[in-house]
């Protein structure tokens, strides 16, 4: 293997060598997963990450020092000075005492190699603690009095107490105010103004958790918005999660509760101290929001002819509103959040409206995502704009019979000629097509745009390559996920669902990880996972649960189950955060043991309520669990690997003792799944592509023989289907990574980059700009398909996408967050250059590659504090941080197996 420089262009300078930069100042400083400036923290020792962008050839850190300043919760300070002895940069331990409730910290990082002087400082983090304790609050829960629900509808309507209302309390700021602090939580969903201003920009707030275990207390710094003398805190409240309308098949209303409430507690310090300007009590007041309802599936009802300008500030006479009435909390319950806010990521602009009659408009978005409208709209007083969403057309028309019972309908009753702008603030949509009706006048540009929303998560995965169609499958997976986060990782955005599905994440997950750092979000839920895995005795089919006929939270079921296990070894792959690990490895274990009883002594999981391979292509419309493979089969394959990596996990964790009996556990069902299912000639439900692809990537093939005939019959049954997929929920994050690992690149490529559905690009030349739930979810025809059960935005499929970073594009992390990164492009299918780009905990890494005649011209850079196995086929080598450039053959890459990068 040879190394030479790649053609300079204008395009893409050669930079200059490594070894001529001298060493730069640390960068990216942050505190936990959390973004700079946060506010609300949980841990008492919060832990530092930083990124060294720049270095000599060769350098390695030795040392860091850290300083800056604690404020105590009285407005003290402190200083903090830490030089330690080490090469990590990845979440290292926090170098001072244990922080305390209310407390915030000011530092800054410089690094050292072994022999040489100090880095420039980093710029400066700052970040506060929130609440910890219940005796930390002094607020307590009020709200509009509780109704009996009497007249509360399960048929998508909304009865009178379902309206969303205002709450607002005056209060003097004390003189001298330094700094202020405002905590909320609320039974429900709120956003909050301060004298007439909004308060922060997350939506949806305080988000979805298992309510009964853990409601999230979110943090403001509003010293900014406080005046001296009189200020009034407000607060908007609606139903949301707590207790609006979720679920299917007619779903449930007050599922967590059938109480309104708001917790929100301002705090202060000035030169005497800290104190608490206002909290809620019985002296807030309360009267009907001129939003008439607002609910997460039937949409938002906002007449302005109700609105009270001026509510939210000094000088509104409220006597008139009612006062609100203490409601009881635990305030155990309480917990700080490790999840990033949802907020309005981006606008979209219509790339095309048409006029089907006068005052109706269709608007075309030209991207699936999930938000919603925002309108500037003027007209008389009365008339009412309506807002209709959908993923897709049928007849040129908005096709909603895919939505189910979500009617996704808002509207919103001028109240004079002036410009009204406006966008609904309790619910949500997943839309590519709106209609407007009952517009007065034209629609000129900028009157309609769509707000996309989101859990806020840093891009950390990029792709691109010589075909468009694969380049579109890749960002088709960005925006399922994009519309799928928000809050909690659900299955799509749009319809009567929109759950936390386990088995959902337990696929994409490392997908997930790869796109985005959604490491906070997800442990959060995690945390939810957990909660609920011990209330039920099992971990739920989704999470948090609601109730659902089908849909026993009690019973176990493979690969939904086995999240507990998948998802936090997904997180500490990408992130290297053995916190993750270590809090959610009772949970995980749990899990394992549960199915190992369940199993019984022969290790094979084959009785009970499973799932199995859901959404085979091949399942009938109106049952998604008929699958061409044994679901038990399934289910023993999951065992199989859960059992692995809970080994793994504990021998991080340093449980050596757990790490030897899972790790033999392991070895006891991969035997038994071996002789149970890789028989000759196969049991039923064992002879497909499913089987052969769990088998091969999951490690349960018994010897190398063994491995090869089972890699050539997968390789036949994926050729004798006319290389289409043939694989559901189970198969399909796998069926790649299989072929390629077993000698078949060149099939993998082909079922990759097949047409005909189902396959992935099938989608993609039908239109799609998001993952389809079903390989089929449009029809050839263009009709959309008749089962019930339809989305157009799920990123289960999506998950190839981890597959074509790692061996298309030849970028995988080989140690946990990427200290040690894997260079292996294996090329093939006819592209001719392909770019993985990769944020990691140790800065950007990239691998591209570009075929020139015969020959594969490689480039790879490599992070500062990371290393790289360079591995072109029969050729492998070590190299340091730096860009790096490869030339070999084509013939050394096409044809050699690429070892699955699935990490244990």
């Known amino acids: 293997m040879t190394q030479r420089p790649l053609a300079p262009s204008a395009a893409d300078p ?34 530092l990450s930083w990124v060294v962008p720049t270095a000599p050839e060769g350098w390695a850190q030795a040392a860091y020092e850290v300083e800056g300043t604690i404020t105590r919760a009285d407005g003290g300070t402190e200083p903090v000075h830490a030089a330690v002895e080490s090469e990590r940069s990845v979440l290292v331990d926090w170098p001072a005492r244990e922080l305390g409730a209310r407390e915030a910290l000011e530092v800054r990082v410089r690094v ?85 201003r909004r308060v922060g920009a997350d939506v949806l707030a305080p988000g979805w958790t298992s309510y009964r275990h853990r ?20 607060a908007w409240l609606a139903d949301g999660w707590y207790r609006g309308h979720l679920g299917f098949q007619g779903g449930h209303w007050d599922v967590f509760g059938a109480d309104l409430g708001l917790l929100a507690q301002l705090e202060v310090v000035t030169g005497h ?125 908005l096709c909603v019979r895919p939505l189910r019972a979500a009617v996704s309908v808002d509207s919103l009753v001028l109240g004079d000629e002036a410009v009204t702008e406006w966008e609904p603030r309790f619910t949500m949509h997943g839309y590519r097509y709106a209609e407007v009706s009952g517009w007065p006048g034209p629609l000129a540009p900028g009157d309609v745009v769509s707000r996309v929303h989101h859990s806020v998560m840093r891009r950390t995965g990029a792709f691109s390559s010589s075909d468009p169609a694969l380049d579109r499958l890749h960002e088709n997976a960005v925006w399922s996920m994009r519309s799928n986060f928000l809050d909690v990782p659900t299955d799509c955005p749009q319809r009567d669902e929109r ?112 799932l199995g391979d859901w959404l085979d292509p091949t399942a009938p419309p109106d049952d998604p669990t008929l699958a061409v493979t044994d679901r038990y089969l399934v289910a023993t394959a999951c065992f199989a690997r859960s059992a692995r990596l809970l080994a793994a996990t504990a021998e991080v964790l340093g449980e050596a003792d757990d790490a030897r009996r899972y790790g033999l556990l392991a070895d006891e069902v991969r035997a038994a799944f071996a002789a149970r299912y890789l028989t000759d000639p196969p049991p039923a439900g064992a002879d497909s592509q499913t089987a052969y692809a769990l088998a091969l990537t ?62 992935w690009l099938y989608a993609v030349d039908m239109g799609a700009t998001t993952t389809w739930e079903r390989w089929d979810s449009l029809l050839p025809d263009g009709s959309v398909n008749p089962g019930d059960m339809t989305s157009f ?42 770019r993985s780009e990769r944020r990691t905990p ?5 691998v591209a590659w570009r075929l020139e005649g015969d020959l594969v011209e490689v480039e790879a850079v490599v992070p500062v504090g990371a290393t790289a196995l360079v591995d072109l086929g029969s050729r492998r080598q070590e190299v340091g941080h730096g860009t790096h450039r490869f030339t070999v053959p084509l013939a050394e890459l096409v044809g050699t197996g690429n070892p699955s990068v699935l990490n244990v």
């Open 793 to 834: 935005n799920h990123y289960a499929f999506g998950s190839v996408v981890d597959w074509v970073h790692r061996v298309v594009a030849g970028l995988a992390l080989d140690e946990p967050g990427g200290r040690r990164l894997r260079v292996a492009p294996r090329p093939g299918g006819g592209l001719t250059h392909a």
């Open 14 to 47: 050669s930079p200059a060598p490594r070894a001529a930069a001298p060493l730069a100042a640390p960068v990216d400083l942050r505190v936990e997963h959390a973004e700079p400036g946060a506010v609300g923290l949980g841990s008492t020792r919060p832990r």
């Open 499 to 610: 759950m936390g599905w386990t088995g959902d994440i337990a696929v994409f997950a490392p997908t997930a990880a790869t796109l985005y750092d959604c490491t906070g979000m997800l442990a959060d839920w995690l945390r939810s996972v957990s909660a609920e895995q011990a209330q039920y005795g099992t971990v739920p089919w989704y999470v948090p649960y609601v109730p659902g006929e089908e849909w026993d939270p009690t019973v176990p079921g493979a690969l939904w189950g086995d999240a507990a296990v998948m998802v936090p070894w997904a997180l500490f792959q990408a992130s290297d955060d053995r916190a993750v690990l270590a809090r959610q490895y009772p949970s995980a274990r749990a899990w394992v043991d549960q199915v190992t009883a369940l199993a019984g002594p022969d290790r094979v999981w084959d009785t009970g309520f499973q």
């Open 273 to 397: 101290g800290r104190s608490v300007a206002v909290a809620t009590d019985e002296a807030w007041r309360w009267t009907p929001a001129p939003t008439l309802s607002a609910q997460l599936y039937e949409g938002e009802h906002h007449d302005a002819r109700l609105e009270q300008p001026g509510w939210s500030a000094p000088g509104f006479d409220d006597a008139a509103w009612p006062a609100v009435t203490a409601l009881p909390l635990d305030l155990d319950v309480l917990t700080t959040a490790d999840a990033p806010p949802v907020r309005c990521t981006d606008e979209l602009a219509p790339v095309h409206v048409e006029e089907r009659e006068p005052g109706r408009w269709l608007l075309d978005f030209g991207q699936n995502h999930a938000g919603r409208l925002r309108v500037r709209v003027a007209g008389p007083a009365g008339t009412t704009v309506t807002l209709r969403h959908a993923e897709v057309l049928e007849d040129g028309e």
């Open 842 to 846: 140790y800065g950007d890494a990239s």
């Open 698 to 759: 999951w490690d349960l093939v018994p010897d190398e023989a063994a491995r090869r005939r089972v890699a050539d019959r997968l390789a036949a049954l994926v050729a004798a289907g006319g290389f289409t997929v043939a694989t559901g929920f189970a198969g399909t994050p796998v069926l790649c990574d299989a072929l390629s690992s077993s000698g078949h690149l060149d099939t993998a490529y082909r079922v990759l980059l097949g047409r005909e559905c189902p396959s």
């Open 215 to 234: 409601l999230r207390v979110l943090a403001y710094d509003v010293t900014d918005l406080l005046v001296e003398g009189e200020n009034v805190l407000g």
């Open 112 to 196: 050292r190699g072994s022999d040489d002087a100090w880095s420039p400082w980093s710029r400066p983090v700052t970040a506060a603690l929130g609440l910890l304790a219940p005796s930390d609050w002094s607020a307590v829960l009020v709200g509009p009095p509780e109704t009996d629900g009497a007249d509360r509808t399960t048929d998508g309507t909304t009865a009178a107490d379902r309206r969303p209302v205002l709450l607002r309390r005056t209060f003097v700021a004390p003189t001298g105010t330094r700094r202020a602090l405002l905590y909320v939580t609320a039974h429900g969903v709120t956003e909050l103004e301060l004298n007439g």
